[in-house]
């Protein structure tokens, strides 16, 4: 992290500390607006009491503190707001999947269930119990997140989740796809193409969240 070296102006601090900071675009700039903020109103106060606008900013800088004293804090609450994100994703769109692939095994050609393989039930049955136990535990993460509780740890198992579990996802469904390929074939299946495009963009996203999950986290220093 950078360091405060010599006293410099508002917007030289905040545009310092912009840069040290990772995190999520919206609460990172609402971090800085804030920061900012009480910068100017401290020097504001500097100059009603006589000093001129250059030094009374460089005091309120000095007043407020290094970057590398300050910066821990703030990334430590970029930290929880993305594993707070991240927590949401994954609670909407993960039962949300499971319940949309639930839905097209049921309504999938009558005429084609027999010829599913004696092994698609089952492993239909472990994606959905994989699914909503994400679902659930996304939950209780957002939770635990809201509640001020351990972001680094939070975020950083929730991304490791996420990635620990995904390649074991895309082979079970992956199977599941070409099982139900001897009865009907998916790509001629309308409700199914949309099911599975639908499927590979939330995974993106969610992957995606992962990845953010833990490069933010890993910027906090191991304080819980």
Not at 20 to 29: A, E, M, S
Not at 143 to 168: A, C, E, F, H
Not at 181 to 199: E, W
Request: proline letters at 4%.
């Amino acid at each position: 992290m950078e360091t405060l070296t010599a006293a410099e102006t508002v917007e030289g601090y905040v545009a310092r500390l912009g840069r040290t900071l990772h995190g999520p675009g919206r609460l990172k700039r609402d971090l800085l607006a804030e920061a900012r903020d009480g910068l100017l109103d401290a020097a504001e106060a500097y100059q009603a009491g006589g000093l001129d606008r250059e030094r009374a900013e460089r005091l309120a800088v000095e007043e407020f503190g290094p970057i590398d004293v300050i910066a821990p804090g703030y990334q430590e609450e970029l930290t929880a707001g993305q594993g707070r994100r991240t927590a949401a994703v994954l609670f909407i769109t993960v039962p949300l999947t499971a319940l949309m692939w639930s839905l097209i095994w049921q309504v999938f050609p009558a005429a084609a269930t027999a010829a599913k393989p004696g092994w698609f039930g089952g492993v239909a049955v472990t994606v959905d119990y994989l699914q909503f136990g994400t679902g659930i535990l996304s939950g209780l993460v957002l939770y635990g997140l809201r509640r001020g509780r351990r972001p680094r740890v939070l975020t950083r198992s929730l991304g490791l989740l996420v990635i620990g579990q995904m390649p074991v996802l895309a082979v079970l469904c992956g199977g599941l796809i070409w099982g139900s390929q001897h009865a009907v074939n998916m790509a001629a299946y309308p409700p199914g193409t949309v099911a599975t495009l639908l499927s590979v963009a939330l995974w993106g996203w969610q992957l995606w969240c992962a990845a953010r999950c833990l490069s933010v986290s890993s910027k906090v220093r191991a304080r819980d």
